[in-house]
């Protein structure tokens, strides 16, 4: 029986990988569309450089909701003149996943670096660097975040003071990284939390002088940021609360798998233990994580990774929902608020396959929720969002690496779990209702044609003969006995 995550809608997985480079899902250009969504508008100014305070559309948010957005905009020739992003970061943006993988291998290994990764490359598109925002008369305030919103007057104010008047507001601030208080060690210099290139640049800079990693969090980020740090060839431990890594996805045996894996690359677990504080040495900075159970790690370097949490100020006003976090739209990315979209990880949204609310935290739904909002909001497009989860993970891609690691998953998985293959070539899971129903597959190491059936499966859901698939000797012929269903 599967130990089930705590259905998607609490948002469990956040991204830290490239996606494959696929063709694109984006519509064809056409002819600009006609305006029909629900604002009052605002006159835009004629030029690219803006004459006054008057935004015909903004968007809130530097990260990759932001950049998709942007691009489809673009796309329907609704940019040049009308659109403004207003940034707390100083880049233009880019694919977040890097930051826990690519961007933390050492120099000698080539390590991903920007303007490498500015969207919208994971998904095969253009590189859109400051530069292609200036060539397509969009205006980016970075490093200026928005600090207050007057709903009724439809007006945004930012940290810095600017007051800018908007049409219609697009809302993809994302999340947040999960801190540890000031008064447990949270704030000591050595102590990392990863949500964007400045964090990533200071712990490139201690990795660099480190001998003992201690990375707290046995999930997506403590995964990718463990097996990144593996190409410093350090003394690294994993520490987390859980009996396995990965508990809200992995099986116990998927999980054992992928341990034996980090260990045979050096990376120790501590497991089943919570964290008492941390402390610093004479210096100031980390030296030692104390343990519940009265255990003490060193470390020169700590990485947190135990979670994030939805930035929904200063937008509370606009409605929030309680049970998943975030703040609530419909099938369309509308808020209650006529002309207020919300987007990406921020965004709690109908999820219309399995019929809840939910909060996604992945690139993968950034990216699709940003163009489903923009082409809403642009045309009279009106078809509900209609997402099928889907998370994925790439680790251990430096150079010398003994083996690189690309799973994908798609679906829910809920119900009992059948594991076919040998890890060592490849390994599916497949989760089955009580009607032997597809909810859910999990696929290591697979070949692009394999990956490709992945989705078909969770999307269309097919009764499967479970003594068939129970009995499959290879991952081959279980996609055979499913894709035979279908």
Request: aromatic share 10%; proline share 5%.
């Given at each position: 029986?599967?130990?089930?995550?705590?259905?998607?809608?609490?948002?469990?997985?956040?991204?830290?990988?490239?996606?494959?480079?696929?063709?694109?899902?984006?519509?064809?250009?056409?002819?600009?569309?006609?305006?029909?969504?629900?604002?009052?508008?605002?006159?835009?100014?004629?030029?690219?450089?803006?004459?006054?305070?008057?935004?015909?559309?903004?968007?809130?948010?530097?990260?990759?909701?932001?950049?998709?957005?942007?691009?489809t905009f673009v796309e329907h020739g609704m940019?040049?003149?009308?659109?403004?992003?207003?940034?707390?970061?100083?880049?233009?943006?880019?694919?977040?996943?890097?930051?826990?993988?690519?961007?933390?291998?050492?120099?000698?290994?080539?390590?991903?670096?920007?303007?490498?990764?500015?969207?919208?490359?994971?998904?095969?598109?253009?590189?859109?660097?400051?530069?292609?925002?200036?060539?397509?008369?969009?205006?980016?305030?970075?490093?200026?975040?928005?600090?207050?919103?007057?709903?009724?007057?439809?007006?945004?104010?930012?940290?810095?003071?600017?007051?800018?008047?908007?049409?219609?507001?697009?809302?993809?601030?994302?999340?947040?990284?999960?801190?540890?208080?000031?008064?447990?060690?949270?704030?000591?210099?050595?102590?990392?939390?990863?949500?964007?290139v400045a964090d990533a640049d200071s712990l490139?800079?201690?990795?660099?002088?480190?001998?003992?990693?201690?990375?707290?969090?046995?999930?997506?980020?403590?995964?990718?940021?463990?097996?990144?740090?593996?190409?410093?060839?350090?003394?690294?431990?994993?520490?987390?609360?859980?009996?396995?890594?990965?508990?809200?996805?992995?099986?116990?045996?998927?999980?054992?798998?992928?341990?034996?894996?980090?260990?045979?690359?050096?990376?120790?677990?501590?497991?089943?233990?919570?964290?008492?504080?941390?402390?610093?040495?004479?210096?100031?900075?980390?030296?030692?994580?104390?343990?519940?159970?009265?255990?003490?790690?060193?470390?020169?370097?700590?990485?947190?990774?135990?979670?994030?949490?939805?930035?929904?100020?200063?937008?509370?006003?606009?409605?929030?929902?309680?049970?998943?976090?975030?703040?609530?739209?419909?099938?369309?990315?509308?808020?209650?608020?006529?002309?207020?979209?919300?987007?990406?990880?921020?965004?709690?949204?109908?999820?219309?396959?399995?019929?809840?609310?939910?909060?996604?935290?992945?690139?993968?739904?950034?990216?699709?929720?940003?163009?489903?909002?923009?082409?809403?909001?642009?045309?009279?497009?009106?078809?509900?969002?209609?997402?099928?989860?889907?998370?994925?993970?790439?680790?251990?891609?430096?150079?010398?690496?003994?083996?690189?690691?690309?799973?994908?998953?798609?679906?829910?998985?809920?119900?009992?779990?059948?594991?076919?293959?040998?890890?060592?070539?490849k390994v599916a899971t497949f989760w089955l209702?009580?009607?032997?129903?597809?909810?859910?597959?999990?696929?290591?190491?697979?070949?692009?044609?394999?990956?490709?059936?992945?989705?078909?499966?969770?999307?269309?859901?097919?009764?499967?003969?479970?003594?068939?698939?129970?009995?499959?000797?290879?991952?081959?012929?279980?996609?055979?006995?499913?894709?035979?269903?279908?």
């Amino acid at each position: 029986m599967s130990s089930a995550l705590r259905r998607m809608s609490t948002s469990p997985f956040s991204s830290c990988a490239f996606q494959q480079r696929t063709s694109s899902w984006w519509p064809s250009r056409r002819p600009p569309s006609t305006p029909t969504s629900r604002r009052s508008l605002v006159v835009a100014a004629a030029a690219s450089n803006f004459a006054n305070e008057n935004r015909e559309y903004v968007i809130v948010g530097g990260g990759n909701a932001a950049g998709y957005a942007a691009r489809t905009f673009v796309e329907h020739g609704m940019a040049d003149g009308r659109l403004c992003i207003v940034s707390k970061e100083a880049v233009a943006p880019y694919e977040r996943p890097a930051l826990t993988k690519g961007y933390l291998f050492p120099l000698d290994k080539k390590p991903a670096r920007l303007p490498g990764f500015h969207t919208c490359v994971g998904a095969g598109g253009e590189r859109q660097t400051s530069e292609w925002y200036k060539e397509h008369g969009i205006e980016v305030l970075y490093e200026d975040p928005v600090a207050a919103i007057d709903i009724q007057n439809q007006i945004l104010t930012t940290s810095s003071g600017n007051h800018l008047k908007y049409g219609s507001l697009i809302i993809s601030t994302g999340c947040a990284a999960v801190r540890f208080p000031e008064n447990i060690g949270g704030n000591l210099p050595g102590v990392h939390y990863i949500r964007d290139v400045a964090d990533a640049d200071s712990l490139v800079s201690s990795l660099e002088k480190a001998k003992k990693v201690v990375v707290i969090g046995g999930g997506y980020i403590g995964m990718e940021v463990a097996a990144a740090a593996a190409g410093w060839n350090l003394d690294i431990t994993i520490i987390f609360p859980e009996d396995r890594i990965m508990p809200r996805l992995f099986t116990p045996s998927l999980a054992r798998r992928y341990e034996e894996l980090y260990q045979k690359n050096g990376i120790k677990f501590i497991k089943g233990v919570l964290i008492d504080k941390l402390e610093g040495g004479t210096d100031g900075r980390v030296a030692t994580v104390l343990l519940r159970n009265g255990s003490i790690i060193e470390a020169d370097t700590v990485i947190v990774g135990i979670g994030a949490k939805p930035v929904v100020s200063p937008f509370e006003a606009v409605g929030l929902n309680n049970n998943v976090g975030g703040i609530q739209v419909d099938s369309l990315f509308r808020t209650s608020i006529p002309g207020i979209f919300a987007i990406g990880d921020v965004a709690a949204f109908p999820l219309k396959i399995y019929d809840r609310m939910a909060r996604v935290e992945h690139v993968d739904h950034a990216r699709k929720s940003a163009q489903h909002c923009v082409r809403t909001l642009l045309t009279a497009h009106t078809q509900p969002y209609d997402y099928l989860p889907f998370f994925y993970s790439r680790v251990f891609e430096y150079e010398g690496s003994s083996r690189k690691i690309w799973w994908q998953f798609y679906g829910d998985n809920v119900g009992d779990t059948i594991e076919v293959g040998d890890f060592d070539l490849k390994v599916a899971t497949f989760w089955l209702d009580s009607e032997s129903r597809v909810k859910g597959i999990f696929l290591e190491s697979g070949s692009p044609e394999e990956f490709s059936l992945l989705p078909k499966l969770a999307k269309s859901q097919p009764v499967v003969d479970r003594a068939k698939l129970q009995s499959a000797s290879s991952v081959e012929e279980a996609l055979e006995i499913a894709s035979s269903s279908l």
